[in-house]
């Protein structure tokens, strides 16, 4: 082991701006943006008439207004010389959307991601699972992308992003590499016994010192998740449609286990699975800023 | 007549013995990644230290999270039984009983020959066991010892909003950022745990006296955030850690006498 593996951060995801190369932002009439700070990730979408133009995606800071400045800014560096001014209407959500100086408005991170669903995945989207950094959200929507009903657990890191990060980090697996790996397997073998995450940790050392196969324990851990999070999700019940969002929605372990349990496969998409929120706040702000131009 | 005890707690294992009626030697030590193995060794170290072999012990029970892994053991049993009988033997007037372990913690009620009433157990969360507070020290970078001192010398305490360790880390190292006292986030972290030790305890019908038990009773700074939520006195007996290991040595004598 070398002095730089000690310090690798294996829970390290991929940050990344991106724009649409063939759009110019100059020929649209409505600039709208979305930020969306979560706990864990930040996400920022700007659209051009409605459509997208220009994305970013990093991890949140330990303050929220300079997580959203932050991930604003990143977006507007990959949009050639666009600049804060130039965007009509911003819209602010998630957990820290209250702390977001430079939006118009603060819409729920519920609403932004049964909006921002039916845009990536298309009108036939009836529940949004959003698997984020520290909650799980099961949303019910109609075909405008209309929250119908929603669940929502907060309190517990068994079964979020976060948790898969702590796994991580002490099995030293790079975060994007794990889905893949714990398919990797000849069997199923039996989940992890702990739900707590803190209690898990131990029980994957332990496994460790057992001389587990990596790519084994990553499985029993990848399933401990599906099981935990399908149980939460028995009581809302999954219609069809059915999308996954948010940074689990990237790892096909969990995904791939979930969809066995529910007996149910999710929508696929092209876009970032976690820019589902920041995506549904500009597309909210694209409306609220017609809506002032009537007035 | 000679009876042990052995208590296999999620990190630490603690042996006790017992000759007739007093308690011979007693002895701990940490869990380590080979469970079988350290336990055979902090039980070896106590015999060895009591001038004893382990043929010389008459009878042996297990008690703990860890009890069905104590291969030379008579028998095992459970970790509510053995605190109640413990504690009866040490402190006859207790009728509840806390205890607070690394990764676990419940509360007893029993009658005065430690005969169980009712009981409530919090195993599958860290946010109500000894685990908690550690994380916490882990994430501000002291020592339990100093996290302890610290909270004690807090001015105010402060909603932590996160209940989950995990969620709690980060809220903790933001804090730090925000450069909130230190000593107020040690006070607030046991306000935290100390209300849902409360909340768990107050499942029971609470009977005087009450003792508090388990490793995190040594934790002056949780101790103080405790007894200001439950609002009753209760005692804190020497040997806090050792009550599961001295029930199981006295039910192990029992179990000769039958």
């Known amino acids: ?295 | 007549m000679i009876t042990a005890g052995i208590d296999v707690g999620a990190k630490s294992v603690k042996v006790l013995i017992i000759k007739d009626h007093d308690i011979m030697n007693k002895g701990m030590g940490f869990m380590e990644m080979d469970r079988e193995r350290s336990i055979q060794k902090i039980f070896d170290k106590c015999l060895a230290e009591a001038g004893l072999s382990k043929n010389d012990i008459d009878y042996i029970i297990s008690t703990g999270a860890g009890r069905k892994f104590v291969p030379f053991a008579q028998s095992n049993s459970t970790m509510v039984t053995c605190d109640a009988i413990g504690i009866v033997k040490l402190e006859p007037s207790v009728r509840t009983l806390i205890d607070i372990g690394a990764n676990d913690a419940r509360a007893v009620r029993f009658d005065e020959t430690g005969k169980v009433i009712d009981f409530a157990v919090n195993e599958k969360c860290a946010a109500g066991a000894g685990a908690f507070v550690e994380a916490m020290a882990r994430a501000m970078e002291v020592s339990l010892e100093e996290f302890s001192e610290l909270s004690l010398k807090a001015e105010k305490t402060i909603p932590i909003n996160a209940q989950c360790a995990i969620f709690a880390e980060s809220e903790v190292v933001s804090l730090v950022h925000e450069e909130t006292a230190r000593n107020d986030i040690c006070r607030s972290v046991h306000d935290a745990m100390a209300g849902r030790i409360v909340s768990m305890t107050k499942r029971l019908l609470l009977e005087k006296d009450i003792a508090v038990v388990g490793g995190v009773a040594l934790n002056k700074g949780m101790m103080d955030s405790l007894k200001k939520d439950l609002k009753m006195d209760f005692i804190i007996p020497k040997d806090a850690e050792y009550i599961g290991a001295l029930g199981a040595a006295v039910l192990a004598g029992q179990e000769m006498n039958k």
């Open chain 1, 1 to 295: 082991m070398t002095e730089h593996d000690v310090d690798k951060e294996y829970w390290r995801w991929d940050e990344y701006h991106w724009k649409d190369p063939d759009r110019n932002w100059k020929d649209a009439k409505i600039i709208s943006a979305g930020v969306d700070v979560g706990s864990v990730s930040s996400q920022a979408a700007i659209l051009t008439d409605g459509e997208l133009f220009a994305t970013a995606n990093m991890r949140t800071g330990h303050n929220s207004p300079d997580s959203a400045r932050r991930v604003m800014n990143w977006a507007l560096e990959g949009a050639e010389d666009m600049t804060l001014d130039d965007i009509h209407y911003i819209v602010g959500t998630g957990y820290g959307r209250l702390k977001v100086p430079f939006a118009n408005k603060a819409v729920t991170e519920i609403a932004c991601h049964a909006r921002g669903a039916n845009f990536m995945y298309g009108p036939t989207v009836r529940t949004v699972m959003d698997m984020g950094g520290q909650d799980l959200k099961v949303i019910k929507c109609d075909e405008r992308g209309k929250v119908l009903n929603f669940m929502m657990n907060e309190k517990c890191a068994a079964g979020t992003g976060r948790g898969m990060e702590v796994i991580a980090d002490i099995l030293r697996v790079p975060i994007k590499e794990i889905g893949d790996l714990s398919m990797q397997i000849d069997e199923e073998p039996p989940p992890i016994s702990n739900i707590c995450v803190l209690f898990a940790k131990t029980e994957v050392m332990g496994m460790l010192y057992e001389k587990m196969p990596v790519n084994v324990i990553l499985a029993a851990y990848a399933t401990a998740m599906a099981d935990r999070v399908s149980a939460q999700v028995k009581e809302a019940g999954v219609e069809k449609d059915f999308v996954i969002t948010g940074g689990i929605a990237k790892n096909r372990g969990v995904v791939e286990r979930l969809e066995r349990i529910l007996g149910v496969k999710s929508l696929k998409t092209h876009v970032d699975y976690q820019i589902a929120g920041a995506l549904g706040a500009a597309l909210f702000g694209k409306v609220l800023y017609e809506k002032s131009l009537k007035k």
